[in-house]
């Protein structure tokens, strides 16, 4: 059973806005919600011995929301990232972020510089964050880092993508009931096995961890072949 637990798992974080609407709250409510479910999944996930985690936490697309709830995204990156990313380091993780920081404010921006230098040299565990992250935008920018290299193999270009040293996902997530993967690692995720649930990010647990989990051992990974 063990062998068959992903090594790498990406979860798309959805349902944070309808969650704090169905409980007549802000929308900023549900959002801080959200926050301290990442904390608690972080630790779900690390004790089942996945080794990667990649949470789709800012999309580029999220930037044309309003300025209020961004600037109380923001805030939530101020307040987090400081607090508790530092603690992962020390108790022997990284923390990894993907996308354009550079739009960022910035001393948001710094924050998450910060932490990411502090990653121990040997993690056991790593956390990728996706932080205006557009994979569409991935793949623009690593074939302009290709152009005039000549001819590369699928290998060659996959180290010009933001997640050059992070393993390709096993499986997805995919919380709030929508049966997409909005943007998220589309050549990362070829060969990912996708698992949808109408469960909304604040209240996906460890239990609803689990159901995933076991769903995916049943799943059988042919990657084309027969």
């Known amino acids: 059973m063990a062998e068959k637990i992903p090594l790498s798992l990406g979860i798309i974080m959805d349902g944070n806005g309808r969650w704090a609407k169905k409980r007549l709250l802000p929308r900023s409510a549900g959002h801080e919600a959200g926050m301290r479910r990442i904390l608690k999944l972080v630790e779900d996930v690390r004790a089942r011995g996945v080794g990667y985690l990649t949470l789709y936490a800012l999309s580029t697309e999220n930037?044309?929301?309003?300025?209020?709830?961004?600037?109380?995204?923001?805030?939530?990156?101020?307040?987090?990232?400081?607090?508790?990313?530092?603690?992962?380091?020390?108790?022997g993780a990284a923390v990894k972020v993907i996308g354009d920081i550079s739009v960022l404010p910035g001393d948001v921006r710094g924050s998450i510089e910060s932490v990411c230098s502090a990653a121990p040299e040997r993690a056991d565990f790593t956390v990728v964050f996706a932080v205006n992250y557009g994979s569409r935008a991935e793949i623009v920018r690593a074939a302009g880092l290709a152009a005039g290299r000549g001819s590369l193999t699928e290998g060659e270009f996959a180290k010009l993508l933001y997640t050059a040293d992070v393993p390709d996902p096993d499986l997805i997530i995919r919380t709030g009931g929508e049966l997409r993967l909005s943007n998220?690692?589309?050549?990362?995720?070829?060969?990912?096995?996708?698992?949808?649930?109408?469960?909304?990010?604040?209240?996906?647990?460890?239990?609803?961890?689990?159901?995933?989990?076991?769903?995916?051992?049943?799943?059988?990974?042919?990657?084309?072949?027969?």
Do not use: H, I, M
């Not at 309003?66 to 607090?83: C, D, M, N, T, V």
């Not at 050549?187 to 989990?213: H, K, N």
């Open 63 to 91: 930037l044309s929301r309003p300025k209020e709830e961004l600037e109380g995204l923001y805030s939530l990156f101020r307040k987090y990232f400081a607090r508790y990313a530092p603690r992962l380091a020390e108790s």
């Open 184 to 226: 998220f690692l589309l050549w990362q995720s070829a060969y990912a096995e996708l698992y949808f649930t109408d469960v909304l990010f604040p209240d996906f647990d460890g239990r609803c961890l689990d159901e995933a989990l076991k769903e995916y051992s049943r799943r059988n990974r042919r990657f084309g072949r027969v």
